[in-house]
């Protein structure tokens, strides 16, 4: 997503902070419609991601800006994940929407690296644009799962046939 050219750069800052707390949010409110426990692990990971990146931004705004107002905008001027979802989306629709906010959140933050003026937070924005990459990733291979298996996300104890088990990353 294209960071709106007429925002400073502490504005850009709370925009990313406004994500991350819908982000949390969202995974947070999907763990209760799955009932996989592997998979919910993951979402309350994504969702603990979404409350630690939100401190790293404060902290950064704080440190940057310390003279400019530390209020993040009541609504995110990104979309949020599944603005364009049916009012009660199936799961495997909520995965694809956090999917592609994944992707939205990374190209924000690579962006607003290249606007921040000190190096410091352009290797803060860069690394954050780096993890969410690392979300996209682990929610591919759930997708990956939910199509081949459409009720993997559904049962508590997966199994076709014999029992299946993680044994990887």
């Known amino acids: 997503m294209a960071i709106d050219k007429t925002l400073t750069a502490w504005q850009v800052l709370g925009v990313a902070i406004r994500s991350e707390i819908d982000a949390a949010a969202f995974y947070t409110?999907?763990?209760?419609?799955?009932?996989?426990?592997?998979?919910?692990?993951?979402?309350?990971?994504?969702?603990?991601?979404?409350?630690?990146?939100?401190?790293?931004?404060?902290?950064?705004?704080?440190?940057?800006?310390?003279d400019k107002p530390k209020d993040v905008p009541e609504a995110s001027l990104m979309p949020p994940i599944g603005v364009s979802l049916p009012a009660e989306p199936a799961v495997?629709?909520?995965?694809?929407?956090?999917?592609?906010?994944?992707?939205?959140?990374?190209?924000?933050?690579?962006?607003?690296?290249?606007?921040?003026?000190?190096?410091?937070?352009?290797?803060?924005?860069?690394?954050?644009?780096?993890?969410?990459?690392?979300?996209?990733?682990?929610?591919?291979?759930?997708?990956?799962?939910?199509r081949k298996f459409p009720d993997y996300y559904n049962v508590e104890d997966f199994h076709i046939g014999e029992d299946l088990f993680h044994v990887g990353p």
């Open 29 to 66: 409110r999907l763990q209760g419609r799955v009932k996989n426990i592997l998979l919910v692990q993951k979402l309350k990971f994504l969702a603990l991601e979404g409350d630690h990146h939100k401190k790293i931004l404060e902290r950064l705004l704080g440190q940057r800006y310390p």
């Open 92 to 146: 495997p629709e909520l995965f694809e929407a956090a999917l592609k906010a994944e992707e939205t959140a990374e190209a924000y933050y690579n962006d607003a690296a290249d606007r921040v003026e000190d190096e410091a937070g352009r290797r803060i924005l860069a690394y954050l644009g780096r993890v969410e990459r690392s979300h996209q990733a682990m929610i591919r291979s759930e997708l990956d799962l939910i």
